[in-house]
């Protein structure tokens, strides 16, 4: 229960989850390398396996906990955590590199920064798909509005029934657990990040089909059955992708001529 709070689900750091991710994480909130994401965590935490409106209790239970430690800290002692700012010269040194937190690394710096984020969608490489979903969500949050949203939102609801590849390194095992059965966990990581991205749209928009998406999805998704669920999916993909656009047509909002909320270069 205790790693559900750690940096590991946390969408700030957003190339890896509980299952995905060796090594060092990156943490986009605090500008930091972690160099032990399951053992770290913060009164900031955005959890990436539900839509936040599902563990609002939780997450500002948690918040409360670690209120009187400003940055990082650690998720079992509660003492604060020393910040390692990303350097690349840093990283080899230490022998940590990884191309997709040094990418991460450069997202603050893109202006605007969406840009950043619709070219990480695409493809079937699972961290790169745990980390777009990562990224429109937080996206989303620090918006707080759906109208600078939908456009991501529609390519990361694309994805949805595409199933991630995760190569060796891409899993997070500890010992005595199988590559084989962590991949299948890990499907689930990515699969209920973008799940959450469609939910939290739901929620900011008003739509309550997409804010409840998961009760359109019959037994499939309880039991954790992905060859049934895929085949759901590709038929709900195409419905919520339609809901979206018409309500963003309803709204004046889909694609308007003049300059809108995406352009603005400090999103």
């Excluded at 390692?84 to 010269?89: F, G, L, T, V």
């Amino acid at each position: 229960m205790d790693q559900l709070f750690s940096c590991r689900n946390c969408l700030h750091n957003s190339s890896q989850s509980l299952n995905i991710g060796q090594g060092a994480g990156f943490c986009l909130l605090h500008d930091s390398m972690l160099s032990e994401p399951d053992k770290t965590t913060c009164k900031y935490l955005q959890r990436k396996d539900l839509p936040w409106f599902l563990v609002d209790e939780g997450i500002s239970e948690h918040a409360s906990e670690f209120a009187s430690l400003p940055g990082i800290a650690h998720l079992y002692e509660h003492k604060p955590v020393s910040q390692i700012r990303y350097s690349e010269k840093y990283v080899w040194e230490h022998k940590a590199f990884d191309a997709l937190n040094h990418a991460l690394a450069q997202y603050s710096k893109s202006e605007p920064s969406w840009v950043f984020i619709q070219a990480m969608s695409g493809g079937v490489d699972g961290r790169r798909a745990l980390s777009h979903a990562s990224l429109v969500r937080r996206y989303m949050h620090r918006c707080g509005t759906w109208k600078s949203s939908y456009r991501l939102v529609l390519a990361a609801l694309q994805e949805l029934d595409q199933r991630p590849v995760f190569g060796d390194r891409d899993l997070y095992l500890h010992e005595g657990e199988n590559a084989e059965d962590i991949s299948g966990e890990a499907l689930w990581d990515v699969f209920f990040c973008r799940l959450g991205t469609v939910q939290e749209y739901g929620f900011h928009a008003g739509i309550k089909e997409l804010m409840w998406a998961t009760d359109s999805l019959d037994g499939s998704l309880a039991a954790f059955d992905w060859a049934t669920l895929k085949t759901e999916l590709e038929e709900k993909r195409l419905q919520w992708t339609q809901i979206i656009i018409a309500h963003a047509e309803k709204e004046d909002v889909f694609f308007p001529d003049s300059p809108g909320p995406l352009n603005d270069p400090h999103l």
